[in-house]
């Protein structure tokens, strides 16, 4: 290596270099005022905090009124070293020294929902992934932060890349972590999520990770610690191969090879299993070279060429789906084959079909299971009823392939939607100017009785009574607060206490009535409905739906309101509304 490229790969970031790669991690939604930083003490978080920092004091100068405006810090103590404590000690001392608000927040092992403290030399990266996430978000949410920077870089994304391709992952996989990305809702769980690790639910639609230094190598951070004298601690846990996986990696590739054999040490089983399994993989990206003997900046040179593919793919996703979405009932989105037949690439189409999963889903908004835990056989067999001209004529009829969506074929014509709402009942029949098409929706829920003979509880039908009473007797203490209620991970109920009638308050703090949020309808919509306690009477409060936030695909309420969805037995819709009580679709259709 020639001394002026070595020169070059050590390079400190510069300000306009920062600038630019900041500028490009905007979130969809824009800035807010306040920017939250992961800080660990180790040298990328350190130089990213210093460089943030940086920036928005050259940006305060420039345009006092730019946002972001204000960086925090926040520092995660799992308390699993003998410098645990002193390394966040650190953290806040040079947070202290910037002048930048501070928060530091101590793991609190077996308190649930954290699991129990992991033992000496245990491997723990998953579950201490999640732990750290999770205490991240609510430190987020305690600072009034919607975004959250993160030190990765580019050495850390060719590892994340290779330690995908081990799992088995597709080429779309193999490029890494995105630059931007809205946090979403976390892990699904059941019922109102409380004490579960890892979830975010209706506040992480709001919040988002940005990662600016995906593009910067190791090299590079570590020289602007240098130039800029910042005071960073490295962890020695990074660098032993037998730990984890990807420290086998990180290891294997500061050799140019991925060889487990060049390790040097015994392995875990399944750090064995991995790295062997990635060899084989390696053999299934033909787009580009992830040969691991040119060196880390050609490896970094080929997942940043990934990476842009992904990006061109999700661009092509948002014109196709412009160009074949129809107007639909809420919580369900349409499409034409004649919109989706242009399409031909195989990536695309499945990154389609993705985008749709994700929106018309029931399980959490950015979880796997929204996706159908992307299983291939899944994903063939939509794209292959998605892209076949005349679906009714192939004998397709409505189905479910994972992610808790049901797939409609339809007719759309001008002003109307047909569908066959029997499986064993005529097609219907296009009239001229038709078109043929799908719509996705709710997979409907099990029935009561193999509810029952499962032993599950019907998750569609929540009691909101000990929460209401808990809100109305805090309530001169709240003034004007909104109670937001995530119901089926589809539909935000936002209650204003202050507005609700009086006769239902007396009812609900005397315990005469019930409040429920059920289902009602073919595409399972809420509605909130009050009950007497004694006879069992109900009234519906409210069933209509808002519309959406930005960011979200409309609702299409006032065109819908004129279209004819022909179904037989199709079911009358008498909308209630009430002041104090909005409904609103959560789930977004953007990539992010």
């Known amino acids: 290596m020639t001394s002026a490229l070595r020169s070059l790969k050590s390079t400190p970031i510069s300000r306009d270099e920062f600038a630019r790669l900041f500028q490009g991690t905007v979130p969809s939604v824009g800035w807010s005022k306040k920017i939250a930083v992961a800080h660990s003490g180790g040298p990328d978080s350190t130089c990213l905090l210093f460089l943030i920092y940086r920036y928005l004091q050259d940006l305060r100068r420039e345009s006092p009124r730019a946002l972001p405006s204000v960086t925090v810090s926040l520092t995660v103590n799992h308390g699993l070293q003998a410098a645990s404590d002193s390394m966040a000690r650190h953290c806040s001392d040079y947070a202290k020294s910037l002048g930048i608000e501070h928060i530091s927040s101590t793991v609190p092992w077996s308190a649930p929902p954290f699991p129990d403290r992991p033992g000496p030399g245990e491997s723990f990266e998953e579950i201490g992934r999640r732990v750290r996430y999770h205490i991240l978000f609510n430190a987020m949410k305690q600072a009034g932060a919607q975004v959250l920077a993160l030190g990765h870089h580019g050495d850390d994304q060719v590892e994340t890349s290779l330690m995908r391709l081990a799992m088995g992952t597709t080429e779309i996989g193999a490029a890494g972590m995105r630059k931007v990305r ?139 789906l412009n160009r074949c979405h129809i107007p639909s009932p809420p919580a369900t989105y349409a499409v034409t084959y004649r919109g989706l037949s242009a399409v031909r690439n195989p990536l695309v189409q499945r990154a389609i079909v993705l985008r749709i999963m994700r929106y018309a889903s029931f399980h959490a908004w950015g979880a796997l299971r929204a996706d159908g835990n992307r299983r291939k056989k899944s994903l063939e067999l939509i794209i292959n009823n998605l892209w076949t001209p005349d679906p009714f ?46 719509l996705a929706c709710r997979q409907p829920p099990l029935s009561q009785k193999r509810m029952e003979l499962a032993g599950r509880s019907n998750q569609l039908w929540v009691d909101i009574t000990d929460a209401l009473q808990n809100k109305l007797r805090h309530k001169k203490w ?115």
């Not at 979403?184 to 975010?200: D, I, S, Y």
Request: aromatic share 8%; charged share 20%; with cysteine.
């Open 182 to 320: 809205r946090w979403g809702m976390g892990v699904n769980a059941e019922g109102f999520q409380h004490n579960v690790l890892g979830w975010a639910g209706l506040d992480g639609m709001n919040m988002w990770m940005i990662r600016p230094l995906l593009q910067v190598s190791k090299e590079r951070i570590l020289a602007t610690c240098e130039e800029n004298n910042l005071p960073f601690i490295q962890d020695s846990t990074n660098f032993q191969p037998e730990l984890t996986l990807r420290n086998a990696i990180r290891h294997l590739l500061s050799k140019n090879t991925l060889d487990p054999q060049s390790v040097g040490l015994e392995l875990p089983a399944h750090i064995s299993e991995g790295l062997t399994q990635l060899q084989k993989n390696l053999t299934s990206i033909d787009s580009v070279d992830l040969d691991p003997s040119e060196g880390s900046e050609q490896l970094l040179s080929s997942v940043n060429e990934l990476t842009e593919q992904v990006e061109d793919i999700e661009n092509l996703v948002d014109t196709c």
């Open 393 to 438: 004529a192939a004998g397709i009829q409505s189905f479910v392939a994972g992610g808790g969506v049901w797939w409609i074929p339809i007719v759309a014509g001008a002003n109307r939607i047909k569908f066959a709402s029997r499986r064993d009942a005529a097609p219907p029949r296009p009239e001229p100017n038709d078109t043929i098409g799908w």
């Open 478 to 592: 709240n003034r004007g607060e909104i109670f937001p209620v995530l119901w089926d991970n589809r539909f935000v109920l936002r209650l204003d206490i202050d507005k609700m009638p009086d006769d239902l308050v007396l009812a609900v703090l005397d315990g005469s009535e019930r409040v429920q949020i059920q289902p009602f309808g073919r595409w399972y919509w809420p509605r909130i409905v009050r009950s007497n306690s004694m006879t069992g009477m109900e009234t519906i409060i409210h069933n209509t739906l808002s519309t959406a936030s930005q960011d979200l695909i409309d609702i299409d309420r006032d065109v819908v309101a004129g279209w004819d969805f022909r179904a037989p037995a199709r079911e009358a819709v008498i909308f209630h509304s009430a002041s104090w009580v909005e409904i609103e679709w959560i789930r977004s259709l953007s990539g992010l």
